[in-house]
């Protein structure tokens, strides 16, 4: 065999094998969404229900990740977290996902007074460092010892056609200063402008766990208000333009992003 052709099947296999780790990887893991339910459901004594699954590549772990399968309790759709494979074990979150729940239950009434009927939103909970002795807490108890984490709330607002941004200044201000006062190492109010033709609640609902922003969501969003604690008047950030530091409602606007423009 010449050396052209020896490459070319040397390719040709690499090929084989990387295009193959799906079937390989479910061969040896058929059961995997069976086995993970089971154990999530032994874990907390009640039922969940499949949202979605991701295949992984035993092979390929450290590239393409392990298998991980998305669930929610089923009586409770809105806390949507994930199972993974980690090695012959599995990782979920489901704890994080339930604090973040009931953080949302506090702070529902006060983030829905400054929001535009219609406008729909999400408060989750990340970099939690959550063990296994903290799973009888509730998240007042958590975040009483533990502020080093990520409190973020998402949220779309749906306009008819090209937003006027300061017309939400207000609430999305206060909203920050609520958040701010969790008084957390790091938080984030995320806000989409989105055409009132959109369905968006899929979205919103699975933002905990869908690595989705409001750039690349496949919906007309008109833009974006991403304001976070480096924008803190209190303690800004030195990489921060002035402009930017949330003095007063109308900094809010400052820090719009249009799309498409």
Same mark, same amino acid.
């Given at each position: 065999m010449n050396d052209k052709k020896r490459v070319l099947l040397i390719l040709l296999l690499l090929m084989i094998g990387i295009g193959g780790t799906g079937c390989m990887n479910a061969g040896n893991d058929s059961n995997f969404e069976e086995r993970a339910l089971a154990y999530i459901e032994d874990k907390y004594d009640r039922e969940f229900e499949k949202e979605w699954v991701k295949e992984g590549s035993d092979v390929f772990a450290n590239l393409y990740g392990e298998e991980k399968l998305t669930v929610h309790p089923k009586e409770n759709p809105e806390v949507v977290f994930t199972i993974q494979k980690d090695g012959q074990d599995f990782v979920e979150t489901y704890i994080p996902a339930k604090w973040a729940s009931e953080l949302?239950?506090?702070?529902e009434e006060d983030i829905s007074k400054e929001l535009?009927?219609?406008a729909e939103f999400k408060v989750n909970l990340r970099?939690?460092?959550f063990n296994e002795s903290m799973s009888e807490l509730s998240v007042d108890e958590f975040l009483a010892e533990n502020k080093n984490v990520t409190v973020s709330v998402i949220i779309g607002i749906k306009t008819e056609g090209k937003p006027d941004v300061d017309q939400y200044s207000q609430g999305i201000y206060n909203i920050y200063n609520l958040v701010k006062n969790l008084e957390v190492k790091k938080y984030v109010v995320s806000v989409g402008l989105v055409d009132e033709s959109e369905d968006i609640s899929d979205f919103i609902r699975t933002s905990y766990v869908n690595n989705i922003t409001w750039s690349n969501l496949d919906a007309k969003v008109y833009g974006e208000v991403n304001v976070d604690e480096r924008l803190n008047p209190d303690q $800004?950030?030195?990489?921060?333009?002035?402009?930017?530091?949330l003095h007063s $409602?109308?900094?809010i606007a400052e820090n719009y992003e249009a799309f498409g423009e």
């Open positions: 949302q239950t506090m702070l535009p009927e219609g970099n939690t460092n $800004p950030s030195d990489m921060i333009d002035d402009s930017l530091i $409602p109308a900094n």
